[in-house]
């Protein structure tokens, strides 16, 4: 039993292979948060301590206990108003005005199993999850909130979420609804967040948490390019392979907030959940509230070990099991290769000479429907534009399988142009303030997604086109932030629900859509990886990383990405040299050192390539698919720490059974007379013998852990190194 209740002492006890959670309601009924970390044997409760500060109160029936305050005591999910002054983790106006929460405990229960959700992504039962359910109460406004943690033991991590229900008479407006708070008692923390912009998403930034409060989050309507929903707390001391970590994910793909706040006593509250500003949800009696869901995850063995934890979370019960183990397609994409100015005679071009390289898919990228040859115009006419292509969609599909690949096709749903058919025919179905011109990026607006006709519209619209063609994949984009949020078929009393039901409309889509089309590999995409969060990783096993495919800025952006998310959910293609974002020049051989660790693809002209270019790519490809088992399901090791060193980046993936590890090393910054790479590996077994592929070397398992390997000399224009290690038991 992974969750148990301590009748005696009323302590709950949620423990995982490696950490331990502790929470009980105290005789007041106020859930106390008590412990999360580390495995230890024992009740935690002897951690409280009471103490009489100046200027946090006392609740009133504990108004002779001047020591207890709700101020300074560690709870699980914040009230606001009553005399918390910390981080509210619920914030609700009544009827009569008053934003005041306390809620207490009211009882438990513990289930096998999980239940799913309809309408949000959610982590997915595994065969040993368990379920508590804390049912805590405030009489005074009628508000019952259901704490639900879903303990997953074997993968150490706890899942947390809320549902709200409103059983008074009156309508209550939720303001704030956090999906998961966590206090700790004490720490010194610092927290490692991932900020970004377009074409630079998810770099890793670690701060010392001050005293006070602290935020990141997104008001953009997606999870965005600028702030990921993922923050890891660890201690000071904590590097990759040492050291307390703690994550705080949210399966969520639109407005969210992590918000930490170490107080007068030094110690942390961390809330995370959607984004509290624009949010309004009014709750009718008897209406519940569910929240997304937060991951939390806990390693002793520091940042690199919370990743594994996550990685394997994402790859076995985010991911849809019809994915897992299955070989994706080696792509060629046409949009960096032709962008809008293709035929389908192009195309089918392109697809021959991918093919003769080892291709398998080809994606027409943008352009291909409506009145679409630039970016300002079409979004929201999924018809062919058969005129343009010079013959129908079914006639360019069957062709490309005749060819001997599979077929995908770009879709941006969400979206409507101002110069559409649709837009013209349903301005009112576009997200647009009634009395103020729409701000508008790309030249367009963005549909709303809250709207059940809109919704019907999309799945209707997307399957007479993936009816009529063969098409295997789909790449599912999302070109701006949303701004103007209003919706025209909601009163002006649910405006602030909008943001949220758009999501939940988009998720209505992406379910209905892997329903009808259960073979269908969608891809993510929101300009690159604006929207690259396991919310959009239930439904597209892959995401698109970055609009950056600069293998130099790759870098950066992939390591970003790991600390929470595996190699196999990054598309990551090989793009030409000068880089179309950078001009950079690099090698072939480093591109697709840094693409083959993500899900591997080529976006670039194939008849622009020489007679060797495309020897290599021949070989890159049947390298890709020799290792590809080993980097979509291998542990990933960082091998340098974070900003410790500005002249490479090294990483490794080392397979289940340890028999077999690739490193890979991609030299940054050459220096005259530099230092060498000397690198210790991660992962291997120190008792085992490995070779080096292609070599005569052989070395002991613990000489590369302790003794490192060396790289020696690199010269030129930002070389990379590749070493495939096989065990000599192997
Ligand atoms: C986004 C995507 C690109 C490409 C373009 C097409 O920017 O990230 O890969 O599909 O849209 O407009």
Same mark, same amino acid.
């Given at each position: 039993?992974?969750?148990?209740?301590?009748?005696?002492?009323?302590?709950?006890?949620?423990?995982?292979?490696h950490?331990? %959670?502790?929470?009980k309601a105290?005789e007041?009924?106020?859930?106390?948060?008590?412990?999360?970390?580390?495995?230890?044997?024992?009740?935690?409760? %002897?951690?409280?301590r009471?103490?009489?500060r100046?200027?946090?109160?006392?609740?009133?029936e504990q108004?002779?206990?001047?020591?207890?305050?709700?101020?300074?005591?560690?709870?699980?999910? /914040?009230?606001?108003?009553v005399?918390?002054y910390?981080?509210?983790?619920?914030?609700?106006?009544?009827e009569?005005?008053?934003r005041?929460?306390?809620?207490?405990?009211?009882?438990?229960q513990?289930?096998k199993g999980?239940?799913?959700?309809?309408?949000? =992504?959610?982590?997915?039962?595994?065969?040993?999850?368990e379920?508590?359910t804390?049912?805590?109460?405030?009489?005074?406004?009628?508000?019952?909130?259901?704490?639900?943690y879903?303990?997953?033991?074997?993968?150490?991590?706890?899942?947390?979420?809320v549902i709200?229900?409103?059983?008074?008479?009156?309508?209550?407006t939720?303001?704030?609804a956090a999906s998961?708070?966590?206090?700790?008692?004490?720490g010194?923390? !610092?927290?490692?967040?991932f900020h970004g912009r377009?074409?630079?998403?998810?770099?890793a930034?670690?701060?010392?948490?001050?005293?006070?409060?602290?935020s990141?989050g997104?008001?953009r309507?997606?999870?965005? *390019?600028?702030?990921?929903?993922?923050?890891?707390?660890?201690?000071?001391?904590?590097?990759?392979?040492?050291?307390?970590c703690?994550g705080?994910?949210?399966?969520y793909?639109?407005n969210h907030?992590?918000?930490?706040?170490?107080?007068?006593?030094g110690?942390?509250?961390?809330?995370?959940?959607?984004?509290?500003?624009g949010?309004?949800?009014r709750?009718e009696p008897?209406?519940t509230?569910e929240?997304?869901?937060?991951?939390l995850?806990f390693?002793?063995e520091g940042?690199n070990?919370?990743?594994?934890?996550?990685?394997?979370?994402?790859?076995?019960?985010?991911i $849809?099991?019809?994915?897992?183990?299955?070989?994706?397609?080696?792509?060629?994409? /046409?949009?960096?290769?032709?962008?809008?100015?293709?035929?389908?005679?192009?195309?089918?071009?392109?697809?021959?000479?991918?093919?003769?390289?080892?291709?398998?898919?080809?994606?027409l990228?943008?352009?291909?429907?409506?009145?679409r040859?630039d970016?300002?115009?079409g979004?929201? !006419?999924?018809?062919v534009n058969e005129k343009?292509?010079?013959c129908?969609?079914?006639s360019?599909?069957?062709q490309?399988h005749?060819i001997?690949?599979?077929?995908?096709?770009?879709f941006?749903?969400?979206?409507i142009?101002?110069?559409?058919?649709?837009?013209?025919?349903?301005?009112d179905?576009?997200l647009?303030?009634?009395?103020?011109?729409?701000?508008?990026?790309?030249n367009?607006l963005?549909?709303?997604m809250s709207?059940?006709d809109?919704?019907?519209?999309?799945?209707?619209?997307?399957c007479?086109?993936?009816?009529?063609?063969?098409?295997?994949y789909?790449?599912?984009d999302?070109?701006r932030?949303?701004?103007?949020?209003?919706? *025209?078929a909601? =009163?002006?009393e649910?405006?602030?629900e909008?943001?949220?039901?758009?999501?939940m409309?988009?998720?209505?889509?992406?379910?209905?859509?892997?329903?009808?089309?259960?073979?269908?590999?969608?891809?993510g995409c929101?300009?690159?990886?604006?929207?690259f969060?396991?919310?959009?990783l239930?439904?597209?096993?892959?995401?698109?990383?970055?609009? $950056?495919?600069?293998?130099i800025?790759?870098?950066?952006?992939q390591?970003?990405?790991?600390?929470?998310?595996?190699?196999?959910?990054?598309?990551?293609?090989?793009?030409?040299?000068?880089?179309?974002?950078?001009s950079?020049?690099?090698?072939l051989?480093?591109?697709?050192i840094?693409?083959?660790?993500g899900t591997f693809?080529y976006?670039?002209? =194939?008849?622009?390539?020489?007679?060797e270019?495309?020897?290599?790519i021949?070989?890159q490809?049947?390298?890709?698919?020799?290792?590809?088992a080993?980097?979509?399901?291998g542990?990933y090791y960082?091998l340098?720490?974070?900003d410790e060193n500005?002249?490479?980046?090294?990483?490794?993936?080392?397979? =289940?059974d340890?028999?077999e590890a690739?490193?890979?090393?991609?030299?940054?910054?050459?220096?005259?007379?530099?230092p060498?790479?000397?690198?210790r590996?991660q992962?291997?077994?120190?008792?085992?013998?490995y070779?080096?592929?292609?070599t005569?070397?052989?070395?002991?398992g613990?000489?590369l852990l302790y003794?490192?390997?060396?790289f020696?000399q690199?010269?030129? !224009?930002?070389?990379?190194i590749?070493?495939h290690?096989?065990?000599?038991?192997a």
């Open positions: 039993m992974s969750i148990q209740f301590h009748e005696p002492t009323g302590v709950f006890s949620l423990e995982t292979a950490s331990l %959670y502790q929470m105290d007041a009924g106020v859930l106390l948060h008590l412990y999360y970390g580390e495995k230890t044997s024992g009740n935690m409760d %002897y951690l409280i009471y103490s009489d100046g200027f946090s109160g006392n609740p009133y108004r002779d206990r001047r020591g207890y305050s709700l101020d300074t005591l560690p709870q699980e999910y /914040s009230g606001s108003g005399g918390d910390r981080l509210p983790a619920v914030q609700v106006l009544s009569n005005g008053s005041s929460v306390d809620l207490r405990y009211v009882d438990f513990i289930e999980r239940q799913a959700l309809h309408g949000l =992504p959610y982590i997915r039962e595994s065969a040993d999850c379920t508590l804390v049912t805590l109460r405030d009489d005074v406004i009628g508000l019952e909130a259901q704490l639900l879903h303990v997953f033991p074997s993968q150490d991590v706890i899942v947390r979420s709200l229900k409103n059983t008074s008479k009156k309508t209550l939720i303001g704030k998961a708070c966590v206090d700790f008692l004490y010194d923390f !610092d927290a490692l967040h377009h074409c630079m998403e998810r770099q930034e670690r701060l010392h948490l001050p005293k006070g409060a602290t990141f997104s008001r309507g997606m999870s965005s *390019h600028h702030s990921n929903p993922f923050v890891i707390l660890s201690d000071r001391r904590a590097t990759e392979h040492q050291g307390d703690y705080f994910m949210l399966m793909s639109g907030l992590e918000e930490m706040e170490v107080d007068q006593a110690s942390i509250r961390i809330v995370t959940g959607i984004h509290p500003d949010f309004a949800w709750l008897g209406d509230f929240t997304p869901e937060a991951i995850s390693s002793a940042f070990g919370l990743s594994n934890q996550y990685h394997r979370i994402i790859r076995e019960q985010v $849809d099991p019809r994915y897992r183990g299955t070989k994706k397609p080696v792509l060629i994409n /046409s949009w960096e290769a032709a962008y809008f100015d293709f035929d389908a005679e192009k195309i089918l071009r392109f697809a021959r000479s991918a093919k003769a390289l080892g291709m398998e898919m080809l994606v990228d943008d352009g291909w429907f409506g009145k040859d970016d300002n115009s979004l929201g !006419d999924w018809v343009k292509l010079g129908s969609m079914k360019l599909s069957d490309i005749q001997g690949l599979k077929f995908g096709l770009w941006e749903p969400e979206m142009s101002e110069d559409s058919e649709l837009f013209r025919a349903h301005p179905w576009a647009t303030d009634p009395e103020r011109k729409p701000m508008l990026a790309r367009q963005v549909l709303d709207r059940q809109v919704v019907d519209y999309l799945v209707n619209a997307m007479a086109v993936l009816d009529h063609a063969k098409i295997e789909v790449k599912w999302f070109n932030s949303i701004a103007n949020c209003y919706s *025209h909601l =009163p002006p649910r405006q602030g909008v943001a949220h039901r758009f999501m409309g988009t998720y209505q889509l992406l379910s209905r859509l892997l329903e009808k089309y259960p073979d269908l590999l969608i891809e929101s300009g690159g990886g604006g929207r969060d396991a919310g959009m239930f439904y597209c096993p892959q995401i698109w990383c970055s609009d $950056d495919t600069d293998a800025e790759r870098l950066e952006i390591r970003g990405t790991s600390y929470g998310y595996p190699a196999s959910a990054m598309g990551a293609h090989v793009s030409a040299s000068p880089n179309h974002q950078t950079r020049m690099t090698p051989s480093t591109r697709s840094v693409a083959q660790s693809g976006e670039l002209n =194939p008849e622009r390539l020489t007679e270019e495309k020897e290599q021949k070989a490809i049947s390298d890709y698919h020799r290792f590809e080993l980097i979509a399901e542990s960082r340098s720490e974070l500005k002249d490479y980046e090294a990483w490794m993936f080392v397979s =289940p340890q028999k690739l490193v890979n090393l991609v030299m940054t910054h050459i220096r005259a007379n530099g060498f790479p000397y690198i590996l992962g291997l077994d120190p008792r085992q013998v070779r080096l592929e292609g005569e070397e052989s070395y002991p613990s000489a003794g490192g390997y060396a020696g690199l010269r030129g !224009d930002y070389p990379a590749q070493l290690l096989i065990s000599e038991e």
